[in-house]
């Protein structure tokens, strides 16, 4: 395993020892959280569907450091998260489904785990386990088109999508669960994460994995208009936000937002990458009219109000962390594609 930055170092200490559940552990986020907390010494128990159009890959836990329990399970299953979360000191929940354009093609799906299941692993855990720690995953997807920039977590929820709205709805019962139950639950809106690990052999998770791919593979990348501007994290940073909220008691019950100080136009991302690949082309095209009633246009995150909370703020720079995402892929392409 790599020599984590310091900046994560410090952040996986208080969970030496600790039992970490990761609901969607073998995807993307998931895998990158528990390698570290395995590595920092916590027992971590990753759950995770494998549904094939989902973002579990078992080749993000090839070479896991010791320390990761994998259960083949699904969020909708009530009897195995009734014993899942059993012991756990922390459950950092990220299973859901990410795509907005299949949320329209199957709603009903998207609500099963989007919304349904969040109702099933709050109850597992009201009953099984009232003392646990908890962050759920959100997304900027719930602001839907921004009436101002940058958004801020007191801007309207409008979703332009099915999975938006299940989405708010997860967080909603989050809240609701430690309003009523007191149940100690953390929502971070997570804005675009990208890294090693990521889905990039289709665009349901983003679309700067798709692009990723079809640079190194010698195809045009395709980028519909272009002028959008948009927001980063690195998977690390969000990783150091995730272990970080559960370690300040004044942050249950609370939302926060996560995103960067830079910000830039995806036709500029997608010349960016070619140039860190050193290969690839670009091609500027009209949106698809599927996609082009759920663009949200320009999107950038104020996140002020968890620094001023834990003193979060990212640490990787855009040009750093997609350099390390194309190396990454460049070396590990075959079991991603």
């Given at each position: ?14 969970f030496?020892?600790k ?71 922390v ?26 299941a ?27 088109k ?27 019962f ?40 079809q ?38 019950g609370?939302i ?10 995806l ?55 997609l ?14 594609t």
């Open positions: 395993m790599d020599a984590l930055p310091d900046f994560l170092r410090a952040a996986t200490q208080p030496v020892g039992r970490v559940l990761v609901t969607g552990g073998i995807g993307f986020i998931g895998s990158n959280l528990a390698r570290i907390l395995a590595q920092a010494g916590a027992h971590v128990t990753v759950v995770d569907s494998l549904i094939p159009e989902y973002g579990g890959n078992l080749a993000n836990l090839d070479d896991a450091p010791a320390g990761i329990t994998i259960n083949i399970a699904d969020v909708r299953d009530q009897f195995s998260l009734r014993y899942l979360v059993q012991g756990q000191d459950l950092f929940n990220l299973a859901g489904q990410t795509s907005h354009l299949d949320s329209m093609r199957d709603p009903f799906t998207d609500l099963d785990i989007n919304a349904k969040q109702l099933a692993i709050l109850e597992a855990c009201r009953h099984f386990n009232p003392g646990i720690e908890i962050v759920f995953a959100s997304t900027r997807q719930i602001y839907g921004p009436q101002y920039l940058p958004v801020d977590e007191r801007h309207p929820i409008r979703p332009v999508d099915v999975n938006g709205v299940n989405k708010a709805a997860g967080e909603q989050h809240q609701l669960y430690h309003d009523v139950y007191g149940l100690r639950t953390r929502v971070l809106r997570l804005t675009n994460t990208y890294g090693p690990r990521m889905r990039i052999k289709d665009a349901r998770q983003t679309f700067l994995g798709i692009w990723i791919k640079i190194l593979t010698d195809i045009p990348v395709e980028v519909w208009e272009g002028n959008q501007l948009r927001d980063f994290n690195y998977v690390d940073d969000v990783v150091a936000a995730l272990l970080n909220v559960t370690q300040h008691p004044d942050t249950t609370a926060f937002n996560l995103g960067s100080t830079e910000k830039i136009s036709l500029d991302l997608a010349h960016r990458l070619v140039e860190i690949a050193g290969q690839g082309t670009v091609a500027i095209k009209s949106f698809p009219a599927e996609r082009k009633k759920i663009d949200i246009g320009d999107y950038y995150s104020d996140f002020r109000k968890i620094e001023a909370a834990i003193g979060w703020r990212p640490q990787v720079a855009l040009s750093e962390g350099c390390a995402t194309v190396d990454y892929f460049r070396r590990h392409l075959d079991r991603y």
